[in-house]
């Protein structure tokens, strides 16, 4: 399940900076970035936005304004750097209230507060959940991911980061990683003995993947990877290396 996304701020800075950690997440999709209440407005009557990353202080109309005057407003996230809305927020029913400058693990902590409401709010609740991984086969299994079944060849798998309950699987067939929710140790022991090593408490790696090696990183592509002190020494033993 995606997120169409809509940024307003009337500060180009502060719309810059939201649209890269949009880009970061993969189930976020921005659809347009405006400067101020009246331009939102406009794209919220031609297009479909699931969530909105909103500025308090602009010119002309507030962002909270924006939210009271629309009948049916998408979820939404404050991104202020004033904390006196706070009190006024919560009577909005907004997903969260971020404080300028944002983290991104504070961004993530905020869009998966609105995915998992928006999967409450459009899955029935008697609908059976399908669990994440439903079949595994000798090269493969699969995964759930926005109600569908996807395969993924594990021959094909780079590395795969955890994130509290859901789990990125990076390939080398798609350019984004596929999302599901599941967790890391699932898939270490759907993994065992497949040319997979668990390196840090949130990243499990194909060995044969690796390019690189430096300090206490791993490198596969263009990602780079944590290697903790003690599965270094491990992973050092399973590359056949012993470090002077």
Known sequence: MNLRC???DDE???RKLVEENIHQIPFLDLVASCKN???AMEILQR????LMFLDIQMPGMLGTSLVSSLRNPPMVIL???YSNYAVESYDLD???YLLKPVSIERFTKAVYKALEHKQKTTKPASEPREPTVVTEEADHFFVNVEYSLVKVTIKDITHIEGMKDYVKIFTTTSKKPILTKTTLKNLEEKLENKGFMRVHKSYIINIAKIDSIRSHQVFIGDHEIPVSEVNLET???????NRL
């Open 47 to 50: 297009e479909p936005i699931d």
């Open 79 to 81: 991104v202020t750097a």
């Open 6 to 8: 809509l940024v307003v």
């Open 94 to 96: 907004v997903i969260d």
């Open 12 to 14: 180009s800075l502060g």
């Open 37 to 39: 209440a009246y331009e």
């Open 235 to 241: 992973l050092m033993k399973e590359l056949n290396f």
